[in-house]
């Protein structure tokens, strides 16, 4: 079995095509057109996509459980259908279904059975991923009486059986309030600073914006955009937030490079698109005697990108 190398990448998806029948099977309603995309060995990839983008049906191509029209997905340097390369994944599906009346225990020694993971070494795997996801104390409970963050912790620990190389994780945070969101997102930074490589869909983007080190926007069946988020979000072109007290904005139009977005008696908030129309409206401020309070960056969010990008998508079709 070939493990892929440093520069080669842990999942490729290449020209992916998939339609599904219609409601009476009147004609097929396109998900995916053509998508490409490519997972390096260690990142943290966030996938991103409006509802119904079409997320969960490219990870499900890619674990097999839906097949793909035409493409080609390659998995640690195999292609996808081969059950070998899907060993070495971990798999947490968007909703994932346990058994009410097991422990969280029992549930997991029967998934470690399922893994093959060694009957020797259940025991003690069991009681580290229980211990690693936050578990232990609450392993004997039965799933019914879990809540939906202990069901996604213990989501996770299944996935994470028998140390897989790419961790596949569709949506993770979905669902859990901020404690519960903020525990998953330790997970899988943990997962990270072990060398996993982390592939996970979502549409909660200040989660993406805070654990991807790469993200792709899924928009009308191909990526939209792709890249890291300095790339994404576009940091080389600098914009400002001023605050100043005593200006005098009449015949600002916007022309100059920078924007009032909000007063309040005499205070100001100005928007300023670059370094040169930073300067000049300093300029402009100094000349009219106001009082400088605050110059701050501006840094734009995953959110504003996304909208951005499925607006654009929209106005095109
Ligand atoms: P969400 O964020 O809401 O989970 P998603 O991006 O994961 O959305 P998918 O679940 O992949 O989107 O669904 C994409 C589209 O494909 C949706 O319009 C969905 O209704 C449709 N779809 C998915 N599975 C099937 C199926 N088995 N048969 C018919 N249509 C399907």
């Not at 996993?196 to 805070?210: K, N, P």
């Not at 939209?224 to 139009?253: C, F, I, K, Q, Y």
């Not at 007063?263 to 009219?288: F, K, M, S």
């Amino acid at each position: 079995m070939s493990a892929p190398g440093p520069e080669q990448p842990v999942l490729t998806i290449q020209g992916l095509v998939k339609a599904f029948a219609g409601h009476l099977s009147l004609g097929r309603t396109s998900v995916l057109r053509g998508l490409d995309l490519e997972v390096r060995r260690g990142e943290v990839y966030g996938f991103i996509g409006a509802n119904g983008a079409g997320k969960t049906t490219t990870i499900k191509i890619v674990t097999g459980l839906v097949t793909a029209d035409a493409g080609q997905v390659t998995l640690l340097g195999q292609p996808a259908t081969r059950p070998a390369a899907r060993r070495r994944l971990g798999y947490l599906p968007e909703q994932p279904n346990f058994y009410g009346y097991l422990t969280g225990r029992e549930f997991l020694r029967f998934q470690a059975r399922l893994a093959g993971v060694p009957p020797g070494e259940r025991g003690a795997a069991v009681e580290r991923l229980l211990s690693e996801v936050g578990m232990a104390s609450r392993a004997d409970r039965p799933i019914r009486k879990c809540s939906k963050g202990m069901l996604q912790r213990l989501g996770i620990a299944q996935a994470l059986l028998g140390g897989p190389e790419l961790l596949i994780l569709d949506e993770p945070m979905s669902g859990l309030d901020p404690a519960g969101r903020r525990d998953v997102r330790d997970l899988i930074l943990a997962q990270r600073e072990r060398g996993t490589t982390v592939f996970f869909s979502s549409h909660i983007l200040s989660d993406a914006e805070v654990l991807c080190d790469r993200v792709g926007i899924l928009e009308s069946g191909r990526l939209a955009l792709e890249g890291t988020l300095d790339e994404v979000l576009g940091r080389r072109s600098p914009s400002w937030e001023v605050t100043a007290l005593g200006a005098t904005p009449a015949g600002w139009n916007g022309a100059e490079g920078w924007q009032v977005t909000a007063r309040r008696g005499d205070r100001l908030l100005i928007r300023v698109e670059g370094d040169e129309a930073l300067a000049r409206l300093l300029e402009r401020l100094r000349q009219q005697g106001a009082t400088l309070h605050s110059v701050t960056p501006h840094r734009h969010t995953l959110e504003e990108r996304f909208l951005d990008v499925v607006g654009r998508g929209t106005e095109a079709t």
